[in-house]
């Protein structure tokens, strides 16, 4: 078994305290990057499903000008503007 005095020194010496203080931050960054990677996800998949869900919004459709174009796109025809009941606001 070798003596600690027998082995050489390595590049960066670093005293006790810079290793309880390197120590430290890792301890407290791996939590908060966990805890911000998690956070992106959720936020994610919660966008992802409020996406799917089903809301109807009306919207005029400006460029069908006509009654038979409208209803040829299975919209619907109000007022002399063409309603779209399908529309999406995440679109």
Request: proline content about 5%; some cysteine.
């Amino acid at each position: 078994m070798r003596d600690r005095q027998s082995i050489k020194p390595g590049k960066f010496q670093l005293s006790t305290r810079a290793k309880i203080m390197l120590f430290t931050v890792f301890v407290a960054v791996l939590p908060t990057s966990g805890f911000c990677t998690a956070s992106l996800i959720l936020s994610l998949s919660d966008i992802n499903s409020t996406s799917k869900a089903t809301f109807s919004y009306p919207a005029s459709i400006p460029w069908l000008t006509e009654q038979s174009q409208c209803e040829h796109t299975r919209r619907t025809w109000r007022d002399n503007k063409c309603w779209d009941y399908e529309h999406n606001p995440m679109f």
